[in-house]
């Protein structure tokens, strides 16, 4: 299984993928969560994503691209994966579009996790309170939700004119969602 996993912030992504990992047994391929291991390990590329992830806005197109490629050159991934957090704008849909066209492996669908703001809103407050994210705190949330609007929108719309997109709704306990998705890919999953 092929999945590309899009959603605003707090939609979910992250933890329904942990789920969708161990269910369908393929890597979780998050590009947040290998940013943040640059951070932590202060790589010259986490230096120059620190700053940016803590404003909530986007790390460049190239840098992203590259790290990419690398995770994909990875042996795991030929078996599937689950890919979240990429691409975030058209430009991203598009480089995605061609690694995968040159490495064979066409993603089987994109699923968007779709929750209301005032929701993605008072989930992120609860995590920041839990975790203290660095990018958790409100003014960033703004700008996460406001380039989630302005420029990951539009790779949902254009997702949805080619046919790729499948909506799931993301309001409900983990379990209620999760069972939600499986059902989205199934048929995918049965024939693949
Ligand atoms: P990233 O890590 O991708 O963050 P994000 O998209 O803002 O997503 P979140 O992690 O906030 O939300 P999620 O949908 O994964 O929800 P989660 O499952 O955690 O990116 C961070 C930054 O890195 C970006 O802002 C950018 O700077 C940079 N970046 C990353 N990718 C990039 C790219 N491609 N290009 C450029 N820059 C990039 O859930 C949230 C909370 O809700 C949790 O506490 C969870 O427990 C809870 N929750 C989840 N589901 C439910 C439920 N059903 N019911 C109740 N609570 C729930």
Known sequence: MRLVLLGAPGSGKGTQAARLKEHLQVPHISTGDLLR????AGSKLGLAAKEVMARGELVSDEILLGMLEDRF???DTRGGFILDGYPRNLAQADALDKLLTRI???FDFAVQLDVP???LVERIAGRAAAEGRADDTPESVRTRLKVY???????IDYYRQHGHLTV???VGSLD????????AISPVKEIG
């Open 117 to 119: 703001t005032e929701l």
């Open 149 to 155: 609007d302005g420029h990951t929108a539009p790779v």
């Open 37 to 40: 291991a640059e951070v932590a």
């Open 176 to 183: 209620e969602v999760f069972t939600r998705i499986i059902e």
């Open 73 to 75: 050159s990875r042996p």
């Open 168 to 170: 799931v709704d993301g």
């Open 104 to 106: 064979g492996q066409p």
